[in-house]
Structures are given as structure tokens and as C-alpha cells.
């Protein structure tokens, strides 16, 4: 399954990925997080962990699971990795 390589949101549909600067398709992000070339949310991978939290209940977790796996799984993410 692909999943965003920045905030790991699973995706299914092709409208859910984000765009390139010249309009195209990003293949990597979804659009929450990557838009026209830019990620929206110019944070550290902390701070995106912290705000990832706050939807555990969208996710079907509690927030403190969701801010479990956010640690587990985002330094694996393409825009994370080091
Ligand atoms: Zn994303």
C-alpha cells in the first residue's frame, strides 16, 4: 500500500496525492502535506509528530497510539529519513 511520505496517511486515491510546482502529481506526498510544490506544514519532524497526535480518533486509535506510531513510523518516511 502507498502511503504519504511525510505524514504516513494511506493513499488510496490518486486525488489524495499532492501537486509539483508545475501542477503535476506528486507521487510521494498527499495533498494535507504537499501542495504546488511546498509542504504546508514547514515544521520538524517533532512538531509534525505533535500535530499528527491530535487525529488518533480519525485513524481509530486513541491520540497517545496515534503519537506512538507517528515516532515509529515517520523517521522512516521519505521526508524524514535522514
Ligand atoms: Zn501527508
Known amino acids: 500500500m502507498k502511503i504519504c511520505q511525510s505524514c504516513a496517511m494511506p ?4 486525488n489524495l496525492l499532492g501537486t509539483n ?6 507521487q510521494d506526498y498527499c495533498k494535507y502535506c ?3 510544490g511546498k509542504f504546508i506544514y ?8 505533535d500535530m499528527c497526535s ?6 481509530g486509535m486513541t491520540n497517545e497510539q496515534m503519537k506512538e506510531y507517528c ?5 522512516t518516511l521519505k521526508r524524514w529519513k535522514k
Open 21 to 26: 510546482k508545475d501542477g503535476s502529481i506528486n
Open 54 to 59: 491530535q487525529f488518533g480518533e480519525q485513524a
Open 34 to 36: 504537499y501542495t504546488n
Open 71 to 75: 515516532t515509529k513510523i515517520f523517521p
Open 11 to 14: 493513499i488510496t486515491d490518486d
Open 42 to 49: 514547514d515544521v520538524g519532524v517533532e512538531e509534525f509528530i
